[in-house]
């Protein structure tokens, strides 16, 4: 289970995330690299966390024309990140050139549907017409279609979301807080044994590790409480 665990490196600082990494060395399976991290550590701070024995997940959210984004799956998977997330939004074409990127590599592309953080207004003012569970599904669908391989969806459409698109696409799921944690700035959360019975394969998990006074014991409380 300690495998199926990513934890949020959310931080902007590559040498507080690298002491992040070391202190959970064997405790974890991957460590999710992302915006605010990326532009400070950059390649070097990806390869340092390989060469630690970590799969590395790029969430950069590409959204961008075909082109574009084809050549970033390109330059993202020539650092050997296991995952790499594109927006579902970003359309057909899109999602396709960035399937298309990423075959034959080692880093499977995630889809991300609807940002949690937009609710049914938020996203009538952007001109979707569906609510969110609608356009989750939809681009769900979509991105699928398009040779994905992959979607993160919230531990609340998990289940919803692994009914439509089978067991062959790989779902990672943020938004877990053990029973009692504090759950910060997140609305919507569940118990890891939760998300996995709903179907997620892989949990992101950040401040209920990082922020712990032991990191590592959190990790395995975690871990064991998937199995559960
Ligand atoms: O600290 P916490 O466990 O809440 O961190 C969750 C991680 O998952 C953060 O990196 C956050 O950006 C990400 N995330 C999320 N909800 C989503 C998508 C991503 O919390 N819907």
Redesign the pocket.
């Known amino acids: 289970m300690k495998d199926r665990i990513i934890v ?1 490196l ?1 931080t902007d600082s590559p040498e507080a995330a690298l002491a992040t990494v070391k202190a959970l060395s064997g405790e974890v399976g991957i460590f ?1 690299v ?1 915006m605010e991290l990326f532009p400070r550590g950059g390649p070097e701070l990806v390869r340092r966390i390989r060469e630690a024995g970590f799969d590395v997940f790029l ?1 950069l959210k590409f959204h961008d024309i075909p082109n574009t984004v084809a050549g970033a799956v390109r330059s993202a998977a020539a650092l050997g990140v296991r995952f790499a997330t594109v927006h579902a939004s970003g359309g057909r074409a899109m999602l396709a050139a960035a399937a298309e990127s990423a075959r034959g590599t080692g880093t499977t592309i995630l889809a ?1 549907t609807v ?3 937009l609710d049914d207004a938020d996203l009538a003012d952007v001109g979707f017409s569906l609510v969110s569970s609608e356009a989750v599904a939809r681009l769900a669908d979509l991105a699928v279609s398009c040779g994905v391989k992959g979607i ?1 969806c ?1 531990a609340k459409e998990v289940e919803a979301v692994r009914a439509r698109v089978g067991k062959g696409v790989t779902l990672v799921t ?3 807080r053990m029973p009692g944690d504090a759950v ?3 609305k919507r959360v569940v118990t890891p044994a939760d998300a996995i019975r709903n179907g997620a394969d892989y949990l ?5 590790i ?1 922020t712990a006074a032991d990191p590592a014991a959190a990790a395995r409380a975690i871990a064991a409480s998937m199995r559960t």
């Open positions: 949020a959310d999710k992302g969430d991300v940002l949690t953080s993160v919230s943020p938004g877990v910060g700035d997140q992101v998990v950040g401040r209920p990082t």
